[in-house]
C-alpha cells in the first residue's frame, strides 16, 4: 500500500523564515525541466499534487506537500535555467539554499538529474555544496526509460562519475514511466518514518 496515499498539497512560501518546524521532511532540488515534479507526484501517486509544466522555471517558491502527521515533502525551485528575468535567479537561489541549511527537521535532500542526458556541471557544483555543508543526500536519476538497455549501465556510471559517487548509489528511475518508483518511494517513506498510523493530517 502506498504510504503516501493522503498526500496533500498546503502551502507555497517565498521565504523559508515563512515555515513552521516539523517532525521530518525531505527537499527535492535539480535543474529546471529535470521532472522534479512528476517525481513527487510519482511518489505520493497523485498526478496533480506537485504542478509539472513543460516550460522549465516555473517552480518559484518553496512549495510544501503534507505527507504525513506533521511530515512534508518540499518542492524547492529548480538551478539553471528558469522562465522570468535572468536577474531573478540570486534571489532563488537564496531562496533554497537559506531553506536547505535553516531546517533541523530535514532529514534528506533528493536531487534529481537527469539520466537521459547526462548530470551537468551545475548538478556536479550542487552535489560538492551539498556535501560541504553536510547535507546528506539521495541522488536520483529520472528519465531512464530514454536510454537504450544496451548504453542503460554506462550512462548510469557516467552520472555516478561527475557526482563522485558509485553506480550502485544513483536511484535509476523513470518518474513518467513509474520505472524504479516504488522502490524510491518506500525509501523516502522509511526516511520519513510513515506508516499507516501517522498518515493523518495536520
Do not use: H
Not at 13 to 38: C, D, H, M, Q, W
Not at 61 to 66: C, E, G, K, R
Not at 161 to 188: C, F, H, T
Amino acid at each position: 500500500m502506498n504510504r503516501f496515499s493522503d498526500a496533500r498539497f498546503i502551502k507555497s512560501v517565498y521565504r523559508p523564515e515563512e515555515l513552521e518546524e516539523t517532525a521530518a521532511e525531505v527537499a527535492f532540488i535539480g535543474r529546471s525541466n529535470v521532472g522534479k515534479s512528476t517525481t513527487i507526484n510519482a511518489i505520493c501517486g497523485k498526478k496533480d499534487l506537485a504542478r509539472a509544466s513543460k516550460t522549465p522555471g516555473r517552480t518559484r517558491t518553496i512549495n510544501v506537500v503534507l505527507v504525513g502527521k506533521n511530515k512534508w515533502i518540499v518542492d524547492l525551485p529548480g538551478y539553471g535555467f528558469a522562465v522570468g528575468p535572468k536577474d531573478d535567479w540570486p534571489r532563488l537561489e537564496a531562496m533554497f539554499k537559506g531553506y536547505l541549511l535553516s531546517r533541523p527537521s530535514l532529514r534528506r535532500v533528493i536531487m534529481i538529474v537527469d539520466g537521459f542526458t547526462g548530470a551537468s556541471q551545475l548538478d556536479e557544483r550542487m552535489a560538492m555544496w551539498l556535501d560541504m555543508n553536510s547535507l546528506p543526500f539521495i541522488i536520483v536519476a529520472n528519465k531512464c526509460d530514454r536510454i537504450a538497455s544496451a548504453k542503460q549501465q554506462a550512462s548510469r556510471k557516467a552520472v555516478a562519475d561527475k557526482l563522485g559517487r558509485r553506480p550502485e548509489d544513483i536511484r535509476w528511475v523513470s518518474a513518467m514511466r513509474g520505472l524504479g518508483m516504488s522502490g524510491l518511494s518506500n525509501e523516502i517513506a522509511d526516511i520519513l518514518e510513515l506508516t499507516q498510523e501517522n498518515r493523518s493530517r495536520a
